[in-house]
């Protein structure tokens, strides 16, 4: 069982651990001689490490792998950095791969169990039948539980689409309840229907990337044919409804320079798109401002999703 996780690595401290291989990169110093310039990775973050006079080890391991790493810990430049010492590939028998993988803090299975229980609560029409039909096939349900909302920028951890569609079907009752003439029920759906696709985008069993489909078609296309052929199977669904939630899936990155064949046309896909961004960026602050809470300062570094440094207040 793994004992020593990236969040308890003091520098100074010698570790004797495992991690997955998540970045390997064979690099010459500027005195002429080879180095491994690695990245490693578990549940609770990330932390890059240096094999030095690399030659002298086999290089039995690449990326992706589960290794045993010793060295000691170093604080290069404000940051964490591994000096390794020895490093190689080990069984995977009795390992729990989820120790490796950033996963979210809440419970997927409850968080799954509210949002089907909020989709009963949908009028008995079409569009409930459709969601329904969704969520309850448990070939999606499983892996709607534990694909991440992204690779890199927002929610990138197991359950992280759930636990953003979480929020979004909250956020949509409030925003519904401030504009009481929006569609609820089209808004509901929308929030859970846009990114099913993620879940043959990226892939998540070993790291966070994108599959060979999910690089050719993206998942908006992947996600309107899903949900296309959840419609079809539906005896007279309607065609005008139809059409609107293909446009909110199609629609929802808001503009055409952000990968949305469409721009919002009609209220209720303005509102999916704007709740969208809105929970992806503050998500997005938030990881920022926990991954560099030690980092000495008044600003962040860059943060890839908003191009951007931001703002540490005093609270954070």
């Known amino acids: 069982m793994k004992q020593t996780f990236v969040d308890g690595l ?23 001689k080879a180095y491994l310039d690695l990245e490693f990775r578990d549940t609770t973050g990330v932390v890059r490490g240096k094999l030095w006079d690399c030659d002298r080890l086999k290089s039995d391991f690449e990326v992706d792998d589960i290794v045993r790493v010793t060295g000691s810990v170093e604080n290069y430049l404000g940051a964490l950095q591994l000096s390794v010492g020895g490093i190689s590939r080990v069984a995977e028998d009795g390992l729990d791969l989820l120790d490796y993988l950033p996963r979210t803090t809440q419970d997927p299975e409850q968080m799954y169990a509210a949002l089907v229980e909020r989709i009963g609560q949908v009028p008995e029409d079409p569009l409930r039948q459709l969601l329904l039909s969704v969520m309850g096939d448990s070939a999606i349900a499983e892996k709607y539980k534990l694909v991440p909302a992204a690779a890199t920028l927002h929610h990138a951890f197991l359950g992280g689409l759930l636990e953003h569609v979480s929020s979004l079907w909250r956020l949509g009752d409030a925003l519904c309840d401030h504009y009481p003439w929006l569609d609820r029920s089209l808004v509901l759906a929308g929030v ?5 696709g993620k879940m043959e985008e990226l892939r998540f069993d070993r790291s966070f990337r994108y599959s060979t489909r999910g690089q050719l078609l993206g998942h908006i296309s992947i996600g309107l044919g899903i949900v296309s052929e959840k419609m079809a199977d539906i005896p007279d669904f ?5 059409d609107r939630i293909e446009h909110i899936i199609l629609s929802h990155h808001g503009k055409l320079e952000f990968g949305s064949p469409k721009e919002p046309m009609f209220p209720e896909a303005l509102a999916v798109s704007c709740l969208d961004e809105l929970d992806s960026k503050l998500e997005s602050m938030r990881a920022q401002y926990e991954m560099e809470k030690n980092r000495p300062g008044e600003w962040t570094g860059r943060n890839r999703a908003l191009g951007r440094e931001l703002l540490k207040t005093s609270d954070r």
Request: proline letters at 9%; hydrophobic letters at 30%; zero cysteines.
């Open 238 to 242: 309607p065609a005008d409804l139809k």
């Open 192 to 196: 859970v229907l846009h990114d099913v």
């Open 10 to 32: 003091k520098p100074g401290q010698p570790f004797d651990t495992t991690f997955l291989l998540q970045g390997k990169e064979r690099r010459t110093a500027r005195n002429g």
